[in-house]
T-cell receptor, first 115, second 112 residues
Framework: AQSVTQLGSHVSVSEGALVLLRCNYS??????LFWYVQYPNQGLQLLLK??????LVKGINGFEAEFKKSETSFHLTKPSAHMSDAAEYFC?????????????FGTGTRLKVLA | KAGVTQTPRYLIKTRGQQVTLSCSPI?????VSWYQQTPGQGLQFLFE???????NKGNFPGRFSGRQFSNSRSEMNVSTLELGDSALYLC???????????FGPGTRLLVL
């Protein structure tokens, strides 16, 4: 069965430092991959997605992620953290070849940005 | 375009009661999915509807049910509420699988 692993349930970075949030998936066939952000008491907002084509995907708010098939990874990065980036981040996969119509979410990484 | 809307935003119920949550998808979207989010279990898929048909279902007991109307609006119902049903219930709509899902703000349910 498809699964998603997010390493580190809590990550702290200093303002201006690199943000790196890790996501690995398990699938024999490259799935569609997504990163969402959730602010307190809100729903999930799409940051970026990978379906096909270019493996480096740019999203909103300066975030980007690179799909690495050999490593089954889709890590999220941002060169310089801002206080407003403090939130919970979720990696998700959708597995179109299997015909399912649901996302499998990782357990989330709560990002703290230190002043 | 208006986003996904969910009503009510907050709800307090007691054990044994039932509850109905509503979701209005983005205009033109025909797929609606429901998720339960809790601190302990994270985000778990409940079910997905497309053109009034349930296409996929997660591993939840039969107390959790849903439906979709011809205008794509969806409702989910939880009967015989348990304390463990306290959660944020999120609805997401998409133009069709496996398209991007867009989430609503959620309904926070507290069961006392």
């Amino acid at each position: 069965a498809q699964s998603v692993t997010q390493l580190g349930s809590h990550v702290s970075v200093s303002e201006g430092a690199l943000v790196l949030l890790r996501c690995n998936y398990s699938s024999s066939v490259p799935p569609y991959l997504f990163w969402y952000v959730q602010y307190p008491n809100q729903g999930l907002q799409l940051l970026l997605k990978y379906t096909t084509g270019a493996t480096l995907v740019k999203g909103i708010n300066g975030f980007e992620a690179e799909f690495k098939k050999s490593e089954t990874s889709f890590h999220l990065t941002k060169p310089s953290a801002h206080m407003s980036d403090a939130a919970e981040y979720f990696c998700a996969v959708s597995d179109p070849p299997s015909g399912t119509y649901k996302y499998i979410f990782g357990t989330g990484t709560r990002l703290k940005v230190l002043a | 375009k208006a986003g996904v809307t969910q009503t009510p935003r907050y709800l307090i119920k007691t054990r044994g009661q039932q509850v109905t949550l509503s979701c209005s998808p983005i205009s033109g979207h025909r797929s609606v999915s429901w998720y339960q989010q809790t601190p302990g279990q994270g985000l778990q898929f409940l079910f997905e509807y497309f053109s009034e048909t349930q296409r996929n279902k997660g591993n939840f007991p039969g107390r959790f049910s849903g439906r979709q109307f011809s205008n794509s609006r969806s409702e989910m119902n939880v009967s015989t509420l348990e304390l463990g049903d306290s959660a944020l219930y999120l609805c997401a709509s998409s133009a069709g699988a496996p398209e991007t899902q867009y989430f609503g703000p959620g309904t926070r349910l507290l069961v006392l």
